[in-house]
């Protein structure tokens, strides 16, 4: 079956960067038939849209709150996408969900949760002040 498996999170101070990766298996996994995206989930709050990207990667779309500090990125020969993390703030700390969708464009994420055929497990990220 299909996984996805995010990597990368950690303790970083204020200002620091974090680069985080979610990689998807099997190798045979058709992983540019997907728009991919990040959400993330702080301790008591709603899950939150982060970023998507385009299944070739022309295009992204960003959350507000993470705009001009955030980066997606996506390599289809690694079957891997990944969030670039700049100038981050404690209010970033959260659990971080990598999630694909073989049906919505980048530009109309967020899907609802359940419309996301896949979600990995998840990665920690925590900025100290």
């Known amino acids: 079956q299909v996984q996805l498996v995010e990597s990368g999170g950690g303790l970083v101070q204020a200002g620091g960067s974090l680069r985080l990766s979610c990689a998807a298996s099997?190798?045979?996994?058709?992983?540019?038939?997907?728009?991919m995206g990040w959400f993330r989930q702080a301790p008591g709050k709603e899950l939150e849209f982060v970023t998507a990207i385009s299944r070739i990667g022309g295009n992204t779309n960003y959350a507000d709150s993470v705009k001009g500090r955030f980066t997606i990125s996506r390599d289809n020969a690694k079957n891997t996408v990944y969030l670039q993390m700049n100038s981050l703030k404690p209010e970033d700390t959260a659990v971080y969900y990598c999630?694909?969708?073989?049906?919505?464009?980048?530009?109309?994420?967020?899907?609802?949760?359940?419309?996301?055929?896949?979600w990995g497990q998840g990665t920690q990220v925590t900025v100290s002040s």
């Open positions: 999630a694909a969708s073989h049906s919505y464009g980048s530009s109309s994420w967020p899907p609802r949760a359940s419309e996301l055929n896949y």
């Open positions: 099997p190798r045979t996994f058709t992983f540019n038939a997907y728009t």
